[in-house]
């Protein structure tokens, strides 16, 4: 039985919530915790999905409905 990794790339987190990369990658550096990098990848440690789904959950401000 093989263990589910602690951290997950930007990618696999927007697979996750089927939610573009744009937008994780602004909401993980909104956070304000330091998130490690394995070359030019973001580490998210999967303790901060719950994080993100609720910032997902917020309103969009007229700026990001844009993009």
């Known amino acids: 039985m ?3 990794p602690s951290h997950l790339t930007v990618g696999q987190v927007a697979e996750i919530f089927q939610a573009p990369e744009w937008k994780i990658r602004r909401i993980v550096d909104s956070l304000g ?3 490690p990098r394995a070359g030019g990848y973001r580490l998210i440690a999967r303790s ?3 994080a993100i789904g609720a910032k997902l ?3 969009q401000t007229a700026g ?4």
């Open 57 to 59: 959950q917020e309103p």
């Open 33 to 35: 915790v330091q998130i």
């Open 64 to 67: 990001e409905a844009a993009q």
């Open 48 to 50: 901060l999905l719950a």
């Open 2 to 4: 093989s263990q589910a």
